[in-house]
């Protein structure tokens, strides 16, 4: 084309590009790339994906280190989404070291951790890792001003292998240092003691989640409704809801990241299946809970005095 006196635009460099790369030729690739990089085109974020995933089949993790270091220095403003593909790439690779690297050069250079880059390093974590590992990534990375988001990170580890006991030291260590319990933070320990039936937790939590101040969501009124049901004492379902506001408007505020790991109870999903076709701000908790427990009521004969 070029030889013919055709212009080649960003995109033949880059279609050319993940060819050499898909057919292992990577000096070719990488000699496009700079190409690119030296030129007025600004890298399209899917087109870098799809590089690091050619390179990633080969193994060639350097390169994707370099091609991010280079980014860095010249279109600094594709950071942001340059950081959440790579993290998602190596987590994808089982790269769990290159991972938290990649996250804390991303602190570093004083970029927020968001929803979509904590989901990626839980979940490969999770995946590819131990608690140790995810312990060791933790200490290192809790030295960063990043607020809640890695406490909560932990505490969720935890909850997902019912660790127990280090669920709670670790967030006594969290009040300990600082840091006060936000409704993430409650949710993920709602949900633990739910799914493991610890009553009387599960209601010292609610009880510290009122002293804090903090609003519960559809997902904490699941946690006691789901508990009571799944052992069969629905009957005492009133004194469980009785410190809780019923009457507030139905909402779903805790990071999706929750749900991705631990799932989402019967009475959340039933619910929000049900909501899906109604008008989300007339209906409350009290209404809601009402409605899918008619339903139980018909399968297994739980009384209700709603």
């Known amino acids: 084309m070029k030889s013919e006196g055709f212009p080649i635009d960003g995109s033949a460099l880059s279609a050319l590009m993940l060819c050499y790369a898909d057919n292992s030729l990577f000096l070719e690739a990488q000699a496009i790339w700079d190409q690119i990089l030296n030129s007025s085109f600004v890298p399209n974020i ?21 091609i991010l270091h280079q980014v860095s220095m010249r279109h600094s403003s594709l950071l942001p989404e340059i950081y959440l593909v790579a993290l998602s790439f190596f987590g994808k690779q089982g790269q769990l070291e290159m991972m938290e690297n990649t996250l804390r050069d991303m602190i570093s250079r004083g970029f927020s951790i968001d929803s979509a880059s904590a989901n990626a390093f839980l979940m490969y974590c999770s995946i590819f890792g131990s608690l140790a590992e995810m312990e060791t990534a933790y200490a290192r990375l809790k030295r960063r001003n990043v607020g809640n988001l890695l ?26 240092s600082g840091f006060n319990p936000d409704l993430m933070t409650f949710n993920i320990r709602s949900l633990a003691f739910s799914k493991m039936s610890l009553f009387w937790d599960l209601h010292v939590s609610l009880e510290h989640m009122k002293h804090e101040k903090v609003v519960p969501d559809l997902l904490t009124y699941g946690c006691v409704v789901d508990a009571y049901l799944d052992r069969r004492v629905g009957m005492n379902l009133d004194f469980a809801l009785s410190k809780m506001n019923v009457h507030d408007s139905v909402r779903v505020a805790t990071d999706p990241v929750v749900f991705e790991v631990l799932g989402k109870g019967d009475f959340h999903s039933s619910s929000e299946s049900f909501l899906e076709f109604k008008k989300w701000k007339n209906w409350t908790y009290r209404k809601l809970i009402a409605t899918y427990l008619k339903k139980k009521c018909r399968s297994s004969q739980i009384f209700w005095n709603y």
Not at 46 to 66: H, K, P, W
């Open 46 to 66: 899917q087109i870098v994906s799809q590089l690091f995933n050619a390179y990633g089949r080969m193994g060639q993790f350097d390169e994707v280190i370099r």
């Open 151 to 176: 406490w909560n990170l932990l505490l969720l580890s935890y909850a997902a292998n019912f660790n127990m006991k280090s669920l709670q030291r670790e967030f006594l260590r969290m009040v300990e």
